[in-house]
């Protein structure tokens, strides 16, 4: 009897072998794809691209995918860090976003962590010890981590099966969300020792494409894969409307409209605002609409409680930010409101696209006031503060940082700018002089920081104030135009801006007329 189990288990454990030696060495087929998905994973089969950019993982080739709003680029990560047993590296821009993201891993079974400034000292610590010893399969990181030598030290002896970068459109200076700490990545990938990248975004132009494969180092050595971008079951409209009574007006119209006809679902109402959400927040308790909203003066437990009802209800409303919907993944949100003009095309559509998941027929409607224009054009002005004010305000930190932490940011408007509390610069350049590792949040509140160094002048150099504010003024203007469009059918416009071909929807407002 001992003689046959132990030539069971040495079949067994030999038929494993040879298994995982032809998973981890060969380049598999779809359909090898498709029996690993149905067996590790609650899904069917691919969406999209998926098992194209998947085939590309396994065979450690350079990626540019492009994947809209929701048909799941998250699993182009998650599938090779449940297979292999080898560390994927995720860079992602935003806190939130990575911790979303790898929530949703570890209900995937997926052993994953995340590692970033709003996490105590202790915890990272622990985290970057686990990782260090073998532990974890996935890891979120902001590529601004990389300069600390503690975190790097915890990777040295990690072999990476793979570099994904997320939101891969912030290595652009032509993006829509230009991260500067992106340029990192070609410095990043050689220190993880050359892994194959997969970079993955929803929205580029073919000129932001081409920049992102230059900017991460991987001219001649990269294929773009689009999924495309047509939504035919969005139903565009504009409505010039003027003041925010009347947008209010029109929005419970629209609402009351939709739910008589039979209409079931949740609804997103997006604003540039913290104030504009906080007046419809009002109209909506007159008329006694349950709701919930979202932004960044929330504390981050009050963010969490509102994004666990919203996701947990099937007809409610949100009243939000663009701080909310990256990573939001709803099938059933049936009506989208725009408030306030998007700073762009990218950011319009991008929100847009978080309706009707599923596939069915979902409304986005654009309450456009051309007044609204001026807020866009102060949060560039304030978003991208000359070299000389972030030099001064990180001098006022350095004498005074008992007095800054204690009376917060109004102290140093105070010092600069005479009491105006609309300048909004002091809040960028410390974002700024965060982002460059010249202060950190000593604790998860941010109650207190602490310095590292002053800003260099390299590090001025990689964030041009004056070539990110002509960029963004002229996408700006690109979104001006298409609210202003009376002939093209609003989708053909957008799909045109992003290089793609596609048929008039025939159920846009301009379509329509």
Known sequence: MRILSWTGTFSCLLRLFIEGWVWNNFNVN????????????????????????????????????????????????????????????????????????????EELGISATEIHSNISADDREKRQRKLKEGHFNLLFVTPERFSKTEFRECLQNREIFLLAVDEAHCVSLWGHDFRPDYAKIPEIRKF????????????????????????????????????????????????????????????????????SAGGSGSVILYTVLIQTVQQISRFLNGKKVNHEVYHGDLLAHQRRRALKQFMSQEDNVMVATPAFGLGIDKKNIRQIFHFE?????????????????????????????????HIQMEFIKWSHPEKSYIQQIYQLIRKN???????????????????????????????????????????????????????????????????????????????????KEKEQCRLQKIYLYFGHQGASCGQCDICRS
């Open 30 to 105: 779809s359909d090898q794809l498709l029996q690993q998905l149905q067996e590790h994973f609650p899904y069917t089969s691919f969406r999209a691209d998926q098992s194209v950019i998947l085939q590309r993982v396994w065979s450690q080739s350079n990626t540019l995918a492009l994947m809209p709003t929701g048909t799941g680029k998250s699993l182009c990560y998650q599938y090779p860090a449940k297979l292999q047993n080898k560390l994927v590296v995720v860079l992602s821009p935003l806190i939130a976003l990575m911790q979303d993201q790898k929530t949703k891993a």
């Open 192 to 259: 993880l020792k050359m892994p194959p990248v997969l970079a993955l975004t929803a929205t580029a132009t073919p000129d932001v494409q081409k920049d992102i494969v230059t900017k991460l180092g991987l001219d001649g050595d990269c294929e773009i894969i689009s999924s495309g971008l047509e939504r035919p079951n969005l139903i565009l409209k504009v409505h010039e409307i003027y003041g925010l009574s009347e947008k209010l007006e029109k929005f419970y119209e629209l609402y009351q409209q939709f739910r």
């Open 341 to 373: 003009i998007p700073s762009s095309l990218e950011e319009y559509f991008q929100q847009a696209g978080r309706a009707g998941r599923d596939g069915l027929p979902s409304e986005c409607h654009f309450l456009f006031d051309e007044e609204d224009l």
């Open 401 to 483: 940082k008992d007095r800054w932490q204690q009376e917060g940011n109004d102290f140093l408007r105070e010092q600069i700018s005479f009491k105006n509390k609309k300048d909004f610069r002091v809040e960028s350049a410390i974002h700024i002089l965060e982002r460059w590792g010249c202060l950190e949040k000593a604790d998860e509140g941010g109650a207190s920081w602490i310095l590292h160094h002053e800003p260099t002048e390299d590090m001025f150099r990689m964030e041009d104030s004056q070539l990110l504010t002509r960029s963004q003024n002229l996408k700006l203007l690109e979104m001006l135009k298409y609210a």
